[in-house]
């Protein structure tokens, strides 16, 4: 089994940036993928990006491509979603994911996930 806990949420003004973690902790070896999600109310959970956990492979949304990074570090069992230049419409709740076999980024393939953290963007 696989914890996964998320950081890092907030209030922020349009064009501001905030960087979210989610830490995994657990049966962290059975991990190959991890990705972020996120849903505003009312909306599905769409994806947002995705990374292998060691081939460094990366995918994102059109939406917040050029805008959003995602990042691992296999020592803390931790990734990344570095968030600039944000928009009213990136407002939602923000979950991390994981996956026991290759990057995917569809929801219904992902094995874990975490309680979500939530981003509101206004001014």
């Known amino acids: 089994q696989v914890r996964l806990v998320e950081s890092g949420g907030g209030l922020v003004q349009p064009g501001g940036s905030l960087r979210l973690s989610c830490a995994a902790s657990?049966?962290?070896?059975?991990?190959?993928?991890m990705g972020w999600f996120r849903q505003a109310p009312g909306s599905e959970r769409e994806f947002v990006a995705a990374i292998s956990w060691t081939g460094g492979l990366i995918s994102y949304a059109d939406s917040v491509k050029g805008r959003f990074t995602i990042s691992r570090d296999n020592a803390e069992n931790t990734v990344y979603l570095q968030m600039n230049s944000l928009k009213p419409e990136d407002t939602a709740v923000y979950y991390c994911a994981a996956r026991r076999n290759s990057m995917s980024t569809m929801k219904y393939e992902y094995d874990y996930w975490g309680q979500g953290t939530q981003v509101t963007v206004s001014s």
């Open positions: 657990g049966s962290t070896f059975t991990i190959n993928a």
